[in-house]
């Protein structure tokens, strides 16, 4: 199983973090891993070159010393290296493996890997980065792929974060599996296994943590403040629930959680994943957290 040739499809926050990560990897540099970057507009694929390069910036910044010199060099080094195209079909084409981040909805991602199916070799493996929708849902689409078609799972900010969770379908073979776990291995990043389950392993443990602290102060037991001062001086965390959920968006919480919710069946717990009225509430009122200014806690205008 060889991969050397890489497209990711959706070249916002994670899309744009994941060739980043691949395009920098020393491992992949090595192995002469080609990188291409996809996006529907030249508009949005400018939008991902611009995440890519303000990452590049900030790690060269510490890695030379402020020296501006080298600082430019590594950052366009990477940055050109990157192929970047509109045409999602012509870059499969030419994909050992195709990685989608677009959009969280189920029915673009399935129109998405339809018409890819048609154009990567066949023996591309593709992956989906979704946070919260079934892989075999998403590797229905496809037509004799099911085999070839895995869940890697990224975490936010993707160049930082050291974990992907690596989500086996039962139909995923054991070859494409081993395959994935070498290339995150070459990126410098900790591959954990994982069943196609809701929340993989991370949100579904974090999840119905965040959403029992907003429950905790909704019953009136402590305040937000006191709650997030709590689990890090307690529990070791680098964020308290409340500053979580702001960093990760009260919409998509709210999302992710209204979808297991719905969806329900073979979900123990179901009732831990029940959106909180006061969650509901600031969503209604466009407060979605870091991101728009205002969440759980006031950032100032944006
Ligand atoms: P985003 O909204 O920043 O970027 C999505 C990009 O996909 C946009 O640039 C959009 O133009 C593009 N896109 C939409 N449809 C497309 C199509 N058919 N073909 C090509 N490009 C298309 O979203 P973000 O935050 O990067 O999330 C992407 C995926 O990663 C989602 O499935 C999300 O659930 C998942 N994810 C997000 C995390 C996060 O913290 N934001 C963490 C882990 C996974």
């Given amino acids: 199983m060889s991969i050397s040739r890489v497209s990711i499809v959706g070249a916002g926050l994670m899309g744009a973090g994941i060739a980043q990560s691949i395009a920098a990897a020393p491992a992949l540099v090595a192995k002469k891993i080609q990188v291409t970057l996809v996006d529907v507009t030249q508009d949005r694929l400018d939008n991902g070159k611009k995440i890519i390069h303000q990452s590049l910036a900030r790690i060269a910044k510490k890695k030379f010393d402020g020296d501006a010199a080298k600082s430019g060099e590594f950052v366009d080094s990477i940055l050109s290296s990157i192929a970047f195209k509109t045409d999602a079909g012509a ?3 030419e994909s050992d493996l195709i990685i989608e981040a677009i959009v969280e909805n189920l029915d673009a991602k399935q129109k998405l ?3 890819l199916d048609t154009r990567a070799p066949k023996h591309a ?3 989906s980065n979704t946070s919260s929708l079934p892989i075999a849902e998403i590797a229905k689409s496809t037509l004799s792929r099911r085999d070839r078609f895995a869940g890697l799972h990224f975490f936010n900010p993707v160049p930082q974060m050291k974990l992907v969770e690596i989500v086996r379908t039962k139909e995923l073979s054991q070859d494409v599996f081993v ?3 070498q290339l995150v291995k070459d ?3 900790v591959g954990v296994e994982c069943k196609d389950t809701p929340g993989f392993i991370v949100n579904r443990l974090l999840v119905p943590y965040m959403l029992e602290a907003v429950r905790l102060v909704e019953r009136g037991d402590a305040t937000k403040e006191d709650v997030d001062i709590a689990m890090k001086l307690g529990a070791g965390y680098p964020m308290g629930p409340f500053e979580l959920a702001d960093y990760v968006g009260l919409d998509t919480t709210q999302f992710i959680t209204e979808g ?3 969806a329900g069946k073979g ?4 009732e831990l994943v029940q959106p909180p009225e006061s969650l509901v509430k600031l969503v209604g009122e466009g407060k979605l957290g870091r991101k728009s200014g205002a969440g759980f806690y006031d950032y100032g205008k944006k």
């Fill in 113 to 115: 890997f339809r018409d």
């Fill in 187 to 189: 990126m410098d990043k």
């Fill in 125 to 127: 493996i593709f992956a």
């Fill in 260 to 262: 297991w919710y719905k």
């Fill in 91 to 93: 870059a499969a084409s």
């Fill in 267 to 270: 979900l123990q717990g179901k």
């Fill in 179 to 181: 395959g994935l776990k």
